[in-house]
């Protein structure tokens, strides 16, 4: 499969709505349901790289998808739940990859 194949509009689009629903959740499935969408959108990136690696690694989605999985690295799990700002930027990440 091609990284375009992978990267449909659509991977993104799901991690974004999954990534919504957390926000108004407890802090524990909140944690569970972003982990869960990181860990779709890393398959994803995975699946798309699987194929001609040289060819993938110059994909505009991929790349753009490796820009947001670093957002997603970035938050922190505290004990008191997400960081709701960092949150807010994935999602605005997503909306314009999708």
């Known amino acids: 499969m091609s990284a375009p194949d992978e990267l ?33 959108l890393i398959a994803a990136r995975n699946r798309a790289l699987a194929g001609d690696r040289t060819a993938a690694a110059r994909d505009p989605a991929l790349r753009q998808l490796n820009a947001i999985l670093s957002l997603m690295a970035s938050i922190e799990f505290p004990q008191s739940g997400l960081h709701r ?7 605005e990440a997503l909306a314009r990859a999708s």
């Not at 700002?85 to 999602?91: F, H, P, S, T």
Request: proline share 5%; glycine share 2%.
């Open 85 to 91: 700002k960092r949150m807010d930027q994935v999602v």
């Open 8 to 40: 449909a509009p659509s991977v993104f689009e799901e991690a974004r709505a999954r990534i919504q629903q957390c926000r108004d959740a407890d802090p524990e499935e909140a944690k569970r349901g972003f982990v869960a969408a990181m860990n779709d």
